[in-house]
């Protein structure tokens, strides 16, 4: 700590620099009165308490600003009013819109705030910077469509993979991630390092209409000249030459980012990560004397542009390489992760402390996305699930008071770690235990704290909110219908697949086959052993089941809407039955209790 530069308030001149107007008051709302985002962190302007870290209060404080904030000439952010950035970038006729934030209410308070100081400007296209939600659910908040929308080739396929397969499990994670049922407070949520918070409101998608398929593609919108440099999982950084401003997206920012966030995803490349930092010094260095990007704030000063961006790239190389240097030694991922140190240049940058990820955890990541779960110890082939390993090691110390008492001692000697690793057995022992709990919200408190990193304190608050008081419903969101309509016919089937109770239909046989007439396809899906089959185009053999209908009939139809209006050669009781068998996710599953 005493080696962070907190003297140094260059950042906090950055995030002031260029500031318009705020939108008064700062209260957003769905069309039906519920709020989506507001203000709710004005205690931020108070000095740090002893319930956070200061380097993450000072994160916190530097993210709360919010408003309308001119970049450079012609080029304009309003922060704030969502976890990302929306940027907006003048034309000949109108404004180009880049990352229309979450909600649709959230994007649409935002180009308001925008047009009441820059006049009634129309929309003339639409950028999509990542296939991450938060860079364009809120697209019809300030667009029907009808203009350039512009992302990386593969947009689609990966935006629709979020709301797909591990969508449930990774929502349900998400309200740890960002903190959602926590109060706003010196001692509750206080951001997530790549902002405050994620808006609650309506999301959408309105699929693009033009296509990056390589670094150096130029476009020009509007008159805007745009040369886009493209990046893993559809991401996008873009150049306008002519203003001399780069948007570097998700690429580098004022964090460190995660190659696999709390809440879940598939592990990201951290070579390819680097590649794409190396191609972004070559193509844009020199050429850009403001860069900004989809969540913080702007920086300005080629060379200061050119440094952040080698420190970024430095940053990812460094713990892609270290981690494979000491796994190839024998050293296992929680073990890299407790030796491995950052170098001193990097350690002491604000934009790379690991405020939404961490150097131990993406240390982690790359040994999983190498390795993967096994760290080839067989003593960890085949362990018992977490209640029964707790019960024996309760009982092999002596039952729970006794776990307890021994917790409190590693308590007295302030090894929070181990102490909530002898409480967690506790607990999932004997959920009954109330002093294992209470002791255990104790310690996790302490620990959320003391903790850098916005996305470790939420988890830890989180944790300790469920254990003193259950867990706290907070609403599933459904699928956005642009969502459902932007779903190929196996996708669909897919979705369908996943939610087969494969026990429950372990002996039933089934054939059903989908005539999709709008999209002229041809599809069967056969229940066998507990999976749901499909092939497109399959062989002329009789199925249980013909079914001839639109992809819309299609996707009421499986939310059970019946099957008036569709034609049909079989008895539909083969559909009653594989709808019997659909499991519906848990949307509120316990995560620190059995």
């Known amino acids: 700590m005493a080696d962070l530069p907190f003297g140094d308030k260059r950042d906090f001149e950055d995030a002031d620099r260029g500031f318009l107007a705020k939108l008064d008051p700062t209260v957003i709302k769905t069309a039906d009165g519920r709020v989506v985002w507001d203000d709710s962190y004005g205690f931020l302007r108070d000095d740090c308490p002893d319930t956070a870290h200061p380097s993450l209060w000072r994160q916190a404080q530097l993210s709360a600003r919010h408003g309308l904030y001119e970049v450079c000439d012609g080029v304009y952010q309003v922060r704030g009013?969502?976890?990302?950035?929306?940027?907006?970038?003048?034309?000949?006729?109108?404004?180009?819109?880049?990352?229309?934030l979450l909600s649709t209410e959230c994007a649409a308070?935002?180009?308001?705030?925008?047009?009441?100081?820059?006049?009634?400007?129309?929309?003339?296209?639409?950028?999509?910077?990542?296939?991450?939600?938060?860079h364009y659910g809120g697209a019809r908040g300030v667009t029907d469509g009808g203009v350039p929308i512009v992302a990386a080739a593969g947009f689609m396929d990966h935006a629709v993979a979020e709301h797909l397969y591990a969508a449930p499990a990774m929502a349900r994670r998400s309200v740890y991630q960002y903190g959602l049922a926590l109060s706003r407070s010196s001692e509750g949520q206080l951001g997530c390092g790549l902002g405050l918070a994620a808006s609650t409101g309506t999301t959408s998608l309105i699929p693009p209409t033009i296509e990056v398929t390589s670094?150096?593609?130029?476009?020009?919108?509007?008159?805007?000249?745009?040369?886009?440099?493209?990046?893993?999982?559809?991401?996008?950084?873009?150049?306008?030459?002519?203003?001399?401003?780069?948007?570097?997206?998700?690429?580098?920012?004022?964090?460190?980012?995660?190659?696999?966030?709390?809440?879940?995803?598939?592990?990201?490349?951290a070579r390819a990560w680097v590649r794409h930092l190396t191609e972004a010094v070559a193509l844009f260095g020199g050429r850009a004397d403001v860069a900004c990007a989809?969540?913080?704030?702007?920086?300005?000063?080629?060379?200061?542009?050119?440094?952040?961006?080698?420190?970024?790239?430095?940053?990812?190389?460094?713990?892609?390489?270290?981690?494979?240097?000491?796994?190839?030694?024998?050293?296992?991922?929680?073990?890299i992760a407790e030796t491995l140190r950052l170098p001193p240049e990097l350690e002491r940058c604000w934009h790379l402390r690991g405020y939404h990820g961490s150097a131990g955890h993406n240390a982690k990541a790359v040994y999983q996305r190498y390795l993967g779960w096994f760290d080839g110890n067989p003593a960890h082939l085949w362990e018992h699930p977490p209640r029964e390993s707790a019960i024996r090691y309760v009982e092999c110390l002596g039952g729970g008071a006794a776990v307890v008492a021994f917790a409190r001692r590693y308590i007295d000697?302030?090894?929070?770690?181990?102490?909530?690793?002898?409480?967690?057995?506790?607990v999932f022992a004997d959920e009954g235990n109330?002093?294992?709990?209470?002791?255990?919200?104790?310690?996790?408190?302490?620990?959320?704290?003391?903790?850098?990193?916005?996305?470790?304190?939420?988890?830890?608050?989180?944790?300790?909110?469920?254990?003193?008081?259950?867990?706290?419903?907070?609403?599933?969101?459904?699928?956005?219908?642009?969502?459902?309509?932007?779903?190929?016919?196996?996708?669909?089937?897919?979705?369908?697949?996943?939610?087969?109770?494969?026990?429950?239909?372990?002996?039933?046989?089934?054939?059903?086959?989908?005539?999709?007439?709008?999209?002229?396809?041809?599809?069967?899906?056969?229940?066998?052993?507990?999976?749901?089959?499909?092939?497109?185009?399959?062989?002329?053999?009789?199925?249980?089941?013909?079914?001839?209908?639109?992809?819309?009939?299609?996707?009421?139809?499986?939310?059970?809407?019946?099957?008036?209006g569709v034609e049909r050669v079989g008895s539909t009781a083969a559909l009653q039955r594989l709808i019997a068998l659909l499991d519906r996710p848990r949307p509120d599953f316990a995560i620190v209790t059995a």
Request: charged content about 25%.
């Open 81 to 100: 009013l969502d976890l990302a950035n929306m940027t907006l970038v003048e034309g000949e006729r109108g404004v180009l819109v880049l990352d229309p």
């Open 109 to 134: 308070a935002a180009f308001k705030l925008y047009r009441a100081h820059r006049g009634d400007r129309p929309i003339t296209g639409v950028v999509y910077t990542s296939a991450n939600a938060g």
């Open 215 to 269: 670094s150096g593609q130029e476009e020009r919108i509007d008159g805007v000249r745009i040369v886009f440099h493209r990046g893993a999982l559809a991401e996008l950084s873009l150049l306008f030459p002519d203003r001399r401003a780069l948007c570097l997206a998700d690429s580098a920012g004022r964090a460190q980012h995660s190659l696999l966030p709390l809440g879940g995803a598939s592990v990201r490349d």
């Open 294 to 335: 989809a969540h913080h704030w702007p920086l300005w000063g080629r060379d200061h542009i050119v440094r952040f961006l080698t420190q970024h790239r430095d940053l990812y190389a460094y713990l892609h390489d270290q981690t494979l240097r000491l796994l190839n030694r024998g050293l296992t991922g929680p073990e």
């Open 413 to 426: 000697e302030n090894d929070l770690r181990f102490a909530a690793q002898l409480l967690n057995h506790a």
């Open 434 to 564: 109330k002093e294992a709990r209470d002791l255990l919200a104790e310690v996790y408190t302490r620990l959320g704290h003391g903790a850098e990193n916005g996305t470790w304190r939420n988890f830890y608050l989180m944790g300790a909110l469920e254990l003193a008081d259950g867990i706290v419903p907070v609403a599933a969101d459904a699928a956005p219908p642009d969502f459902l309509a932007a779903l190929t016919v196996e996708q669909i089937f897919d979705s369908i697949a996943i939610r087969l109770d494969g026990p429950r239909a372990w002996h039933d046989r089934l054939s059903i086959d989908w005539y999709v007439t709008d999209l002229r396809e041809r599809h069967r899906t056969t229940l066998s052993n507990g999976a749901l089959i499909h092939q497109m185009n399959p062989l002329d053999e009789s199925a249980d089941l013909t079914l001839k209908l639109t992809k819309a009939q299609l996707i009421g139809l499986l939310a059970g809407k019946g099957v008036e």
